[in-house]
Nanobody, 119 residues
Framework: HVQLVESGGGSVQAGGSLRLSCALS????????MSWFRQAPGKEREGVAA?????????ADSVKGRFAITKDNAENTLYLYLQMNSLEPEDTAMYYC????????????WGQGTQVTVS
């Protein structure tokens, strides 16, 4: 069955770094675009970064130059990462990994989320 399992969230001081991970399995992930979304309390969920089937990346303006999305294929599992540097309190949110068949920012599958808190 389809699984997207995030890890790596936590609490960090402003200026610090975190690396989020997501293990994807149970579907033909090679045919999907992968992305990270986030949702802060009282705000809508927003796309943060995406990586296409060809490895091309896109980022929200608010994280350009600070975040980096990468992926790594392993046997039967795809690992998706989000390296977050120079974190700001405004980056505090629940972060979700996602996979979209037709559009990077219109996912078909979602992870359960991992909390990032920057103080």
């Amino acid at each position: 069955h389809v699984q997207l399992v995030e890890s790596g969230g936590g609490s960090v001081q402003a200026g610090g770094s975190l690396r989020l991970s997501c293990a994807l399995s149970g579907f033909n992930y090679r045919a999907y675009c992968m992305s990270w979304f986030r949702q802060a309390p009282g705000k809508e969920r927003e796309g943060v970064a995406a990586i296409g089937r060809d490895g091309a990346t896109t980022y929200a303006d608010s994280v350009k130059g600070r975040f980096a999305i990468t992926k790594d294929n392993a046997e039967n599992t795809l690992y998706l990462y989000l390296q977050m540097n120079s974190l700001e309190p405004e980056d505090t949110a629940m972060y979700y990994c996602a996979a979209g068949r037709r559009d990077c920012y219109t996912p078909n599958y979602w992870g359960q989320g991992t909390q990032v808190t920057v103080s």
